[in-house]
């Protein structure tokens, strides 16, 4: 039997700075909710269902990015809504505020368990072509070609980290934050702030 999926609600987020000034300042960025619709809809049965209802979503978004760009509605740039589709995305959630889906203005949409293609790509990328050339660049002595490079694959690792971490509190079965926080070998405590990328771990 297919599982059924009950949305309740889909939240309209906005890519911004990290609240914390010094985070802000490395670059990194945090997803605030800034509009909410309910959601009445019967239950939907299995992933095609939930993808189709999510693909659905997409104009909508669309919309709400526009009207963050520009909320007058004076301009008339691709550019712009280029921009505003990414930095925003939708996020339907279950009464229980389980994410089912992420959506994006692109036409993207993630399901439960689903890794974003983009993602995939950088990490395969990172480990077939990013980190051997760092170990080139240490050989022939371009340490600032090297760091520049690390710095590029800690943040493919922070996203990856992220994503996994999403999709294990998330699913169906999610996993506890004690046993998260065994597998990151950190406290429980320190969950939140070590995947942000504020810890020296």
């Known amino acids: 039997m297919a599982r059924q999926f009950r949305p309740e609600r889909v939240e309209y987020d906005v890519l911004t700075a990290h609240p914390e000034a010094a985070q802000a300042a490395a670059g990194v960025t945090d997803w605030a909710t800034a509009a909410v619709d309910s959601v009445t809809v019967g239950p939907l049965s ?16 669309r919309d709400f990015a526009e009207h963050i760009a520009d909320p007058r509605g004076d301009a ?4 712009l809504r280029y921009g505003a589709y990414h930095s925003v995305r939708a996020v339907v959630r279950d009464s229980g505020g389980n994410a089912l889906a992420e959506v994006h203005a692109d036409g993207r949409a993630l399901l439960p368990g689903e890794l974003d293609a983009d993602l995939r790509g950088r990490l395969n990328g990172l480990v077939n072509v990013g980190l051997p050339m760092v170990t080139r660049a240490v050989d022939q002595g371009s340490y600032e070609s090297a760091l520049e490079s690390l710095v590029k694959a800690r943040a493919t690792l922070n996203a990856m980290l992220q994503a996994v971490l999403n999709m294990a509190v998330s699913g169906p079965e999610p996993v506890s934050r004690e046993r998260l926080a065994a597998a990151l070998r950190v406290q429980p405590g320190d969950l939140d702030s070590w995947y942000a990328g504020s810890t020296s771990q």
Do not use: M
Not at 46 to 61: E, Q
């Open 46 to 61: 299995g992933l095609t269902a939930l993808k189709d209802y999510a693909l659905s979503v997409v104009p909508r978004l």
């Open 76 to 79: 008339n740039s691709p550019a």
